[in-house]
């Protein structure tokens, strides 16, 4: 069982950057891929992106393409979603979860608490 937990969220100002890490605990990430979502108020919750822990490719949301930066250290076992260029619609609770991959939330078993990032315009 992986146990993962959030953090680096926060407030931010429009053009911001802020870089959220995922840090996972129990066995490793090495037979899942990470992925990165995020809910706003009154939203269904919606992918941001993922990385296949192995091979490393990193895949985008269009609405993040350009702007987020995916990555892992394996050795830290540890997930990062860099965010630059921070827009007031990217204000949202954000997870990190485990699972098989895909944009889907139904194909990811095991989720962080959450990490709050709100940007102010």
């Known amino acids: 069982q992986v146990q993962l937990v959030e953090s680096g969220g926060g407030l931010v100002q429009a053009g911001g950057s802020l870089r959220l890490s995922c840090a996972a605990s129990?066995?490793?990430?090495?037979?899942?891929?990470m992925a990165w979502f995020r809910q706003a108020p009154g939203k269904e919750r919606e992918n941001v992106g993922l990385i296949s822990w192995i091979g490393g490719v990193p895949r985008y949301a269009d609405s993040v393409q350009g702007r987020f930066t995916i990555s892992r250290d394996i050795a830290k076992n540890t997930g990062y979603l860099q965010m630059n260029d921070l827009k007031p619609e990217d204000t949202a609770l954000y997870y990190c979860?485990?699972?098989?991959?895909?944009?889907?939330?139904?194909?990811?078993?095991?989720w962080g608490q959450g990490t709050q990032v709100t940007v102010s315009s």
């Open positions: 129990g066995r490793t990430f090495s037979r899942y891929a």
């Open positions: 979860a485990a699972g098989m991959g895909g944009p889907y939330t139904t194909t990811y078993d095991t």
